[in-house]
């Protein structure tokens, strides 16, 4: 029975998670509410639907309450690999969600399903110390592709969330561990601790995602196809905006800046005389190029289709090709050229490289008459 001290508590704790409960909902509608559900779309959906279940989950985990709902457990539990695959859609611009990807999620909750219903035992044990483990690792890994990506993404309302998004989710996985050993007086407290910490992140997912919106959930370009730059004439270009644009073709075509293995978002800013958040704002919006890595690739990845299916390069080998063009190392480039033409570099060399024609030996007149002779 609870405290009558603590009654007031308990009401307040309900009623902050309907707030988060609320948010959360609001926000799986706003991301929901389209004819074209690109892949962070859903997987947002997905994600806020597991943070409602979360929400509820807590509640009855932290005031001891009987609760069997297999389903909000499943949810609840999968929410930190969820949260994971949202953010590799969100941030790395793939316009489909490779397989090996929900291997996180279902890593998971498979954990957190021997830890829970495995009888007691040094297994159920070890299960929730992987289950644990595992949940560290893979806020770890959300804080490295935040930073990672930092600097070449383009998409500038995507770039600033970056940084709040993961120490948000870092934040809140300290704050859970802290409400899982029960610090304060009663079971109320952590209750109420994980209830605004939850609030909190469903007001601040609400409001960044739905702000950013549509910018952060657009479809990515699909690796065959380029992205349609916009008309300047049919956009509101400043006259330095244009003559940025001016220099940056000419930078990239007439120069070929771009094999430089070293190249920038800062170095080419600074090779046109533009401030770098001008540049990216141009790159994005108007050559409509999502990711600066993906921008400098794509020429890359063209001039190395016509080196691979040249006859007179025949004899360079691919790695050769691929620091002429700029690449560091060859994984890179066999990453890159494989996520835009769809096989590896020495597939395609294969296929586009004309066949030679058979040789055969032709016997002439000059042999034939020496022969006659030395008879």
């Not at 991301?31 to 639907?49: D, F, H, I, N």
């Not at 409001?207 to 549509?214: H, I, K, N, S, T």
Request: net charge positive.
């Amino acid at each position: 029975m609870t405290d009558p001290a603590q009654i007031p508590f308990a009401a307040l704790e309900i009623g902050v998670r309907g707030i988060a409960v609320g948010a959360f909902a609001a926000t799986a509608v706003a991301l929901g509410a389209s004819r074209k559900m690109t892949p962070t779309r859903w997987v947002g959906v997905l994600m806020m639907a597991c943070a409602i279940a979360h929400v509820v989950d807590g509640h009855f985990y932290y005031t001891l309450s009987r609760h069997y709902d297999l389903v909000t457990w499943a949810l609840s539990a999968s929410a930190a690999g969820v949260f994971w695959l949202f953010c590799s859609v969100l941030f790395e611009d793939e316009p489909s969600i490779p397989l090996w990807r929900f291997s996180v999620p279902g890593a998971v909750l498979a954990l957190w399903a021997a830890g829970a219903l495995l009888p007691t035992s040094p297994a159920r044990a070890a299960a929730w110390w992987l289950f644990a483990a595992f949940s560290v690792g893979i806020h770890c890994h959300i804080l490295l592709t935040a930073w990672r990506g930092w600097r070449i993404d383009l998409v500038e309302r995507r770039r600033r969330l970056r940084a709040p998004l993961a120490a948000a989710a870092t934040g809140y996985m300290f704050i859970q561990n802290l409400c899982d050993f029960s610090f304060g007086h009663g079971p109320v407290l952590p209750s109420l601790v994980q209830a605004l910490s939850l609030a909190a992140l469903g007001i601040g997912s609400a409001l960044a995602l739905l702000r950013a919106e549509p910018m952060l959930v657009q479809a990515a370009v699909a690796s065959d196809a380029a992205p349609t730059p916009k008309p300047a004439e049919a956009l509101d270009l400043t006259p330095a905006d244009r003559l940025v644009l001016t220099r940056l073709e000419k930078a990239m075509t007439e120069n070929e800046v771009w094999r430089g293995e070293d190249l920038s978002i800062g170095a080419l800013a600074a090779l046109v005389g533009a401030p770098e958040h001008r540049l990216r704002k141009l790159i994005n919006g108007v050559l409509g190029h999502r990711n600066f890595a993906d921008y400098v690739n794509g020429r890359r990845i063209e001039a190395a289709k016509v080196a691979l299916a040249d006859p007179e390069q025949a004899l360079k080998s691919v790695s050769t090709i691929a620091y002429e063009l700029g690449f560091g190392s060859l994984g890179p480039f066999n990453r890159a050229f494989r996520a835009v033409v769809g096989v590896p570099p020495t597939a395609w060399r294969q296929e586009a490289t004309p066949a030679l024609p058979h040789l055969r030996l032709v016997e002439t007149a000059q042999a034939a008459s020496k022969a006659d002779k030395r008879a």
